[in-house]
């Protein structure tokens, strides 16, 4: 995955709270070794921790603005997101956000920007506060999508996934598939608090994979808002090996099998290897979010 070079980077479109401490929060969310588990099973790449009755309520103090807000200062230009992995989670967020601006636009719909915030260790949201535990997570109580990026280091340590460039723009992608999700209306079908592999849980995570590749589809054409030209110049075979490598590293039975010895499909909530791979697949093949009905 290549930038041009040459492009602006919009850092609006991310809040960089790492290294600041939120006052007198408490661990709510994934404390301990003993809930990781359960967050990794629970959580990862999913919706906001309260949809998953995993905040106690505490703290929720809103990010505010780092006085070494990081990529407002670093992220400058496409040249910087091809050499630093926060600049890329920049760069990304902007490409995914302008193709689905352009892509809204042109079903005559208005697409509302999401920001991405960067945070380290714990952080507050409007759904209950978290730990960098339970994973990337799209919060729709204030429409942000939360990352710490050391996640991007457990993608391959942890889960063992190549979690190459596009790996991490996958699991981004993935994020906003739950903001467009919200926009339409579709996002609170998960909330029936069932799961299983044919559960709504389970349809909604894997059509967030579909409008992954969807974006995927489209990112090297897809004209940015500064220069008119793609922000990314070039997506290989490789890339996209990579974020299926991902989607699959992070597949409900690979999860199980690792963590807890044993597979056991009523308890899905994300979805297999198998069905992620496939669904970002036909998002990634079609370009068109109407082939991604993942609840027909
Ligand atoms: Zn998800």
Redesign the pocket.
């Known amino acids: 995955m290549q930038f041009d070079d040459d492009a602006d980077l919009d850092t609006s479109e991310v809040q960089d709270v790492r290294g600041s401490r939120i006052p007198g929060g408490r661990a709510t969310v994934g404390g301990g070794i003993a809930g990781l588990v359960a967050l990794i099973l629970g959580l990862l790449?999913?919706?906001g921790p309260e949809q998953l009755g995993l905040s106690d309520g505490g703290p929720a103090t809103s990010p505010t603005a780092s006085t070494a807000a990081q990529v407002e200062q670093s992220c400058r230009t496409g040249k910087d997101a091809n050499t630093r992995d926060d600049c890329r989670t920049v760069a990304v967020v902007n490409s995914v956000q302008d193709f689905w601006r352009q892509e809204f636009q042109r079903r005559q719909g208005t697409y509302t920007p999401s920001r991405t915030v960067l945070f380290s260790d714990r952080i507050g949201t409007a759904c209950g506060s978290a730990t960098s535990a339970v994973g990337p997570?799209?919060c729709p109580g204030d429409r942000q999508v939360y990352l710490d990026l050391g996640f991007f280091d457990e993608l391959r340590t942890k889960f063992g996934s190549s979690g190459g460039p596009f790996a991490q723009a996958y699991v981004v992608a993935?994020?906003y598939?739950?903001h467009v999700q919200d926009l339409m209306g579709t996002l609170n079908r998960s909330q029936d608090g069932r799961t299983g592999s044919d559960s709504n849980a389970v349809r909604?995570?894997l059509q967030?994979d579909c409008y992954a590749g969807v974006w995927a589809h489209h990112a090297t054409t897809t004209p940015d808002e500064s220069t008119g030209r793609p922000l990314i110049t070039s997506l290989t075979q490789a890339d996209i090996r990579d974020g299926l490598d991902a989607a699959a590293a992070v597949g409900d039975d690979r999860i199980q099998e690792k963590f807890q010895g044993r597979v056991t499909p009523e308890s899905w909530t994300?979805g297999s290897a198998a069905q992620r791979q496939q669904w970002f697949t036909t998002g990634f093949r079609s370009g068109d979010m109407a082939d991604c009905n993942t609840f027909r």
């Open positions: 790449f999913g919706v997570f799209y993935h994020e598939g739950h909604v995570e967030a994300h």
